[in-house]
């Protein structure tokens, strides 16, 4: 009789993108080696663009890379993100969080997951996917938005 075994450890390797921060030219700063798009006051925005590519299968990871102007306990920000087939409405899928950074370090090189900001509705192969993030009322950024990492299979 033939083995049936499966084997789970073997899985698709991944592959990435990078997205830098986008943004006005009055937001775009350099510190040191880095570039970015500076949120500190209300109104303020990053945003990033991807073209999810045609060998998507699912979502891995996606992680903002920001650096914390500030020591603070909790750190908010609001993302908004919208993904969605060319020709069709930007707003197909349309997800809006608060989000928030525990315990930022003053000019740490800061990776924050933010996969739950695309949740509502799969990823998929051909979608391009916008994504803001700003300082609204009430939110206490102030950091250096370098940019974000989709990581996928």
Request: net charge negative.
């Amino acid at each position: 009789m033939p083995d049936r075994t499966v084997d789970n450890t073997k899985q698709l390797p991944t592959k990435e993108i990078w997205a830098d921060a986008l943004g006005l030219d009055a937001y775009f700063v350099t510190y040191g080696a880095w570039a970015g798009i500076l949120v500190d006051t209300d109104t303020d925005a990053a945003l990033l663009k991807f073209a999810i590519p045609h060998d998507f299968k699912e979502l891995v990871s996606l992680d903002l890379w920001l650096i914390p102007y500030v020591v603070l306990a909790s750190m908010s920000f609001y993302v908004a993100a919208n993904w969605a087939f060319p020709g069709t409405s930007d707003q197909t899928n349309l997800e809006n969080n608060w989000h928030a950074v525990e315990n930022t370090v003053f000019h740490q090189l800061t990776k924050v997951d933010i996969r739950n900001c695309v949740d509502a509705f799969p990823l998929q192969p051909g979608q391009l996917l916008g994504m803001s993030f700003t300082r609204n009322v009430g939110n206490n950024i102030d950091a250096l938005i370098l940019g974000a990492k989709l990581r996928y299979r």
